[in-house]
């Protein structure tokens, strides 16, 4: 037998703020992903061209991409929301310039 749990609006708002962090951890680590990415290109790059990779320069993060997986859809660039698949792919791209030694 199922029953139905009815929530309080403290309890609906605190449900809705923890999915919000739980969102937004996703993305912090993402974007820890997507850094630590483009640093090992830019060492691969260094050591490759006999350079060394010195500090970096800026960085910036462009937007998040949301689309359903395996789909052919395309990139937005305001970024894309697909809303209607369950099963979604999500992409953030990070530009990072590095200094050369």
């Given amino acids: 037998m199922l029953k139905a749990q009815i929530l309080s609006k403290e309890e609906q708002n605190l449900l809705k703020d923890e999915q919000l962090?739980?969102?937004?951890?996703?993305?912090?680590?993402?974007?820890?992903?997507?850094?630590?990415?483009?640093?090992?290109r830019a060492e691969t790059m260094a050591k490759n061209g006999k350079g060394k990779l010195g500090g970096?320069?800026?960085?910036?993060?462009?937007?998040?991409?949301?689309?359903?997986?395996?789909?052919?859809e395309d990139y937005s660039w305001g970024?894309?929301?697909?809303?209607?698949?369950?099963?979604?792919t999500a992409t953030i791209t990070v530009k990072s310039r590095y200094q050369l030694k």
């Fill in 79 to 88: 970024g894309s929301y697909n809303t209607t698949s369950k099963l979604k």
């Fill in 21 to 40: 962090l739980g969102k937004i951890q996703q993305q912090i680590e993402m974007l820890a992903e997507a850094s630590n990415d483009a640093y090992n």
């Fill in 56 to 72: 970096m320069g800026d960085s910036s993060m462009g937007v998040f991409q949301i689309i359903a997986q395996n789909s052919s």
